[in-house]
């Protein structure tokens, strides 16, 4: 398997991708906010905060699945990022988590495409480049591990979309 060929670089506005799921980088209230969260929910409807009440929060680093209600994707799995803190926090890892917890979910409800925003690099601060490198390293090993579906890398800026083809480089 040639796993470069698994993980495509989208310039785009994760709302309108059909795919099974799209991931949001949500906060741990899981009730909605700015960037990308408060796109998902506004195209969404407001039923996605609906049931994401129901849930009531989600801790750093892991992960809940919605459906996605009138976005073209099926599911909405929400997973909150790290705010950066300067890096001793323990802030790599629990990116990685928030990689591997939508994994996790996403084999559980059989997703064979899904589609991540570049988690903790908008409002929490996380550095792009290393964020996006520690993204490809956790979409590699997960096509590794599982052999899964496709993995789109969504790339809301310029800027983002060059860090991951330097990460995708890189490995
Ligand atoms: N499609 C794809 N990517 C997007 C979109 C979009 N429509 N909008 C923004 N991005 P951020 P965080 C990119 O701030 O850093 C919220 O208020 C954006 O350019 O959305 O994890 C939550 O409620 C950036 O690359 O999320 C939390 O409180 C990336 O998405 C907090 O922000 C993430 O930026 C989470 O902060």
């Known amino acids: 398997m040639k796993i470069g060929q698994k993980i495509k670089l989208l310039m785009a506005d994760i709302t309108t991708l059909k795919v099974d799921a799209i991931v949001n980088a949500a906060n741990s209230s899981l009730l909605g906010g700015g960037g990308v969260d408060g796109a998902i929910h506004k195209a969404a409807g407001p039923e996605l905060l609906g049931e994401c009440r129901q849930i009531g929060g989600c801790p750093v680093g892991e992960a809940r699945i919605t459906r996605g209600y009138r976005l073209p994707a099926r599911f909405v799995i929400h997973t909150v990022g790290p705010v950066w803190r300067g890096g001793s926090e323990g802030e790599d890892q629990l990116l990685a988590r928030c ?27 996380f550095p792009i480049e290393r964020a996006c490198r520690i993204a490809i390293w956790e979409m590699r090993r997960n096509l590794e591990d599982k052999n899964a579906g496709d993995i789109i890398a969504v790339c809301f800026n310029h800027r983002t979309f060059k860090c991951y083809q330097e990460a995708l480089q890189e490995f």
């Open 99 to 125: 990689y591997q917890s939508c994994f996790a979910l996403a084999e559980k409800y059989e997703i064979k495409s899904i589609a991540f925003p570049a988690i903790s690099t908008g409002a929490y601060g």
